[in-house]
Each structure stands twice: as structure tokens, then as C-alpha cells.
């Protein structure tokens, strides 16, 4: 009886030595698998921001690729069309498409580079987060390693399906097809999930998982040692202990930025991965629409017209002091008609213009819309420029004095009119809509007026008339856009 309690009084001791051995193999604490997803929401969103980044830069450039497509537009009905003011008002809309296409295309030249470098930072981010969720997912089995638990104990109900984690593939086909960041997980001041202290990623006082075996000690098996170990560029702080005292927590990653910009010194990864963030949310809108039909509301709006039709009435000489309000105003209603829906006006003019083509060789009209994209507007806007050309310059001779006398001081009979006031607008001025102009003659008093104009000619420039005396001379030259 003695010898039969002797040997199990050493068995027992031999079974609690053996299994407190094991213990101590393996009493390290496991992660919760709450905290991992939020670790893998974390890692998808930040993948996410090649999409929003691609999301933004497209814009960008349908916007740049619509200007092109309506500065063409607008150019074939300037130099198409019979109307000297038609010509004057499409051209100056096409003059402001065009700096919409440069700006669009330096603010594409600016953020490309950027946004590239932001977009790794936070896929290199996502990666790494991944990654350590992998590892910790396959170092846990259903039995003994419960590495990654959904309560104290209990390995993770996803073991066959990791994908439900959260965590974003190692390879996309295509960025994901998104507009901004996901507020639930990412927000202007940091990442939603986790906070302005460390938040715990294990189960306290669990002994479940190997990995975080540690305490300080030099043996070969300790994994971490007894300080903090940062890990994934500082976002994760990891403490091994040799028992169930090990500590694994993200560190403080709200209240880390303002608008997404993170504040202070950029010493930390949380705010470097929301610097990625802010640069791709600063990707800056075009200033005009991306698409053609809202490009043409924008750019035919007569507020709009105003500032480019004054430079080009400077530019002819055409403009009254003080009166360039009333005359951009005169010309605007003479294209577009005296009501409220102007814009729409002129893009119906803008819809009925045909371009010129080739089919089978021969040319024909077709409709700005049905000339095939970009290729068949640039073929009709070369048509349109090869077949500009003033009429035939008039043969001069010693009874005919030249022309350009007689366009001077037509036209500074008109400056005259236009520097007068409305009290002054009298004799041979008249106000003609708010503009004081030259009075419109009839018949008769057109050929004695001419006739003063024929005989102040020939007094200043015979002599340049006698020089330009062709037999049968013809011109042809660009055409000139005034406005009459």
C-alpha cells in the first residue's frame, strides 16, 4: 500500500511538472478579434486611397479632355459664321475654355506626383497591417494555438474564411471604385476606431498564444523582450512576458489631425498615414466642368463672356470710356436675343453648326455632334481655318484713294461719337442702345459723306495710293473678327 502511494504521489508530481512546463510554453496572452478587424478596416481603407486618388485625378482629366472638345467647337462656329458678333462672342467663350484646359492640365502636372507618393505611403501601411493579421491568423488552430480568439480561450470563429476579417487581397486588378475615405474607419481628426490613447489589441490575463513570449530575458526562445518594441513603422507597440502579461496596443491615432492634416510634429505613423490622406484629399477640383454640356452652361453665361469680350473690344479699338458695359450688353442681345435664358440661346445656335468632313473622299456637313470625337472636330476646325479668307483688296487708282485712309477716319468719326456723353451725342452722333455712335445716312447723304472722306484721302496719301495700284492683284488673308 505504501509503495502503490509512493508511486502516485510521484506520478502526480510528474504530471504537474510536465503540464506546468507546457504552460509555460504557451501562457502568453492571445489578440482579440475585434481589435484585429479594426486593425483590417484600417488596412482597407488605406488601400482604398489609390481609389480615391484615381477617383479625383480622372475628373481632372475628363475635365481637361471636355475643354479640348469644346474650345474646338467654339472655334468652328467663330470662324464659320456670317455674324461678325456671332464670331467675337464664340471665339471670346473659346478664348476662356482654353485657360480652363491649362489650368486643369498644371493642377494634373502638380498632384499626379503627389498623389503617387501619398498612395504608396498608404498601401505600404495597408500591407503591413495585413500582413501581421495573416501571420497571426495562421499561427492559430482551432485547438491549442489561440492566437487570434473571439473571447478568452476561444480561437476565431474565421479561421476558414480570413477574408471576413476585413483585411483588403495583396493584388487588385483596378482601384476600388470610391469618391473618399470611408468616415467609419477613417475621419478629419484620425481613425475612428481606435483613439487619443493606446487601445489594447490582446485579451488580458489570457494564456493562449505563443507569440507574445518574452520578459526581458536573453534565452533564445524569447521572442520580444521587456520593453516596448514598435513594429509596422511605429503604429503598434509590442511588450513580451514570459507569462500572461504581455501587452500589444496601437498607440494614439485620434485627435491627431485637423481636416485631415495631421497636427504637429509629423513623428509618429499614425500622422504620416493621414498626411497620405490629406495630400489625396487636397487633389484639387477643376475649375470648370468635366462635362461638355456644363462646360457650355459655364462658358456662355453672359456674366461670364463679359471680361474676355471687353479685352477683345480693346484690342479693336471698338470700346467707349465708360461705356463698355452698355456695348458688351448690345452685342451679347444682338447674338443671343433680349431675354433671361441667353446661355440656352447660344447653345442652340452652338448645336446647329455643321462641320465640314470627308466620306469617301468627298466633303460634307454634318452636325458638331455626329462628326466622330475629338479626331472628326480637329478635321472640321482644319476645314474651317482653310477656307477663312477676306474678299478680294479693290484695285486702286489715282481716282481712288486707299482704303485704309478711308477706314481711318470712318473710324475716328466713331471714337469721336463714342467719347461724347449722352447731352453731347448730337450733330452727326446718335445714341444707339445707351452707346453714343455715328448717325446711320441714307442714300444721298452716304455718297456726300463719302465724298468728304474721298477728298480728305487723297489730300493725305495719294502718293501711297499710286504705290499700291495692281492690275490684278487678289489677297487673300486670316480672317479678322470686328465688331460693327
Not at 467675337?88 to 503627389?114: G, M, N, Y
Not at 526562445?221 to 520593453?227: E, F
Not at 484629399?281 to 461670364?304: G, R, V
Not at 441714307?442 to 465724298?451: I, R, T
Request: with cysteine; glycine share 8%.
Amino acid at each position: 500500500g505504501k509503495k502503490w502511494n509512493s508511486l502516485c504521489w510521484t506520478a502526480w508530481r510528474m504530471g504537474f511538472l510536465l503540464a506546468l512546463l507546457t504552460q509555460t510554453e504557451a501562457t502568453h496572452n492571445a489578440f482579440d478579434e475585434t481589435a484585429v478587424k479594426k486593425l483590417c478596416n484600417l488596412a482597407t481603407s488605406l488601400q482604398n486611397a489609390a481609389g480615391v486618388a484615381t477617383k479625383k485625378l480622372v475628373i481632372l482629366a475628363d475635365a481637361a479632355q471636355a475643354a479640348e472638345a469644346t474650345r474646338t467647337k467654339l472655334l468652328i462656329e467663330a470662324l464659320t459664321t456670317k455674324d461678325n458678333g456671332t464670331a467675337l462672342l464664340f471665339a471670346a467663350a473659346a478664348v476662356q475654355v482654353d485657360s480652363c484646359a491649362r489650368s486643369t492640365t498644371a493642377k494634373l502636372k502638380e498632384h499626379i506626383p503627389k498623389a503617387l507618393a501619398a498612395t504608396t505611403k498608404a498601401s505600404m501601411g495597408a500591407g503591413a497591417l495585413t500582413s501581421f493579421v495573416e501571420m497571426l491568423h495562421n499561427m492559430t488552430d482551432a485547438s491549442n494555438r489561440k492566437c487570434i480568439s473571439s473571447g478568452a480561450g476561444t480561437a476565431t470563429r474565421l479561421l476558414q474564411d480570413p477574408t471576413k476579417q476585413g483585411c483588403p487581397a495583396y493584388s487588385i486588378e483596378s482601384p476600388a471604385d470610391v469618391t473618399g475615405f470611408n468616415a467609419a474607419h477613417i475621419k478629419a481628426t484620425g481613425f475612428t476606431e481606435f483613439a487619443a490613447s493606446t487601445i489594447s489589441l490582446i485579451f488580458t490575463g489570457d494564456n493562449n498564444c505563443g507569440f507574445l513570449k518574452g520578459g526581458g530575458g536573453t534565452a533564445k526562445t524569447d521572442l520580444w523582450g521587456g520593453a516596448a518594441t514598435a513594429i509596422i513603422g511605429g503604429l503598434i507597440d509590442i511588450t513580451g512576458d514570459s507569462g500572461n502579461s504581455a501587452a500589444a496596443a496601437v498607440k494614439k491615432a485620434d485627435d491627431i489631425a485637423n481636416n485631415f492634416g495631421p497636427t504637429g510634429t509629423l513623428n509618429t505613423m499614425a500622422k504620416k498615414l493621414m498626411q497620405a490622406i490629406a495630400t489625396i484629399n487636397s487633389i484639387q477640383e477643376p475649375t470648370c466642368p468635366a462635362a461638355e454640356e456644363q462646360q457650355l452652361d459655364h462658358l456662355l453665361n453672359p456674366e461670364n463672356l463679359k471680361p474676355h469680350l471687353t479685352t477683345t473690344l480693346k484690342g479693336l479699338k471698338r470700346q467707349a470710356k465708360g461705356k463698355e458695359e452698355q456695348q458688351i450688353t448690345a452685342l451679347i442681345n444682338k447674338v443671343a436675343g433680349k431675354n433671361s435664358e441667353q446661355a440656352t440661346q447660344l447653345k442652340a445656335k452652338l448645336s446647329k453648326t455643321n462641320g465640314k468632313t470627308l466620306e469617301n473622299e468627298n466633303p460634307v456637313l454634318k452636325p458638331l455632334s455626329q462628326l466622330g470625337g475629338d479626331e472628326g472636330l480637329a478635321v472640321a476646325l482644319l476645314h474651317a481655318i482653310s477656307e477663312v479668307k477676306t474678299a478680294a483688296a479693290p484695285v486702286a487708282s489715282c481716282d481712288e484713294p486707299d482704303k485704309g485712309v478711308l477706314d481711318a477716319a470712318a473710324e475716328k468719326q466713331i471714337k469721336d461719337c463714342s467719347t461724347k456723353e449722352e447731352a453731347e451725342c448730337k450733330g452727326e452722333c446718335v445714341l444707339v442702345e445707351g452707346v453714343c455712335a455715328p448717325k446711320k445716312k441714307g442714300e444721298g447723304e452716304n455718297e456726300e459723306k463719302l465724298g468728304k472722306l474721298h477728298l480728305l484721302a487723297e489730300e493725305s496719301n495719294k502718293e501711297n495710293a499710286r504705290r499700291k495700284m495692281v492690275a490684278n492683284g487678289k489677297e487673300k488673308s486670316a480672317k479678322i473678327i470686328i465688331f460693327s
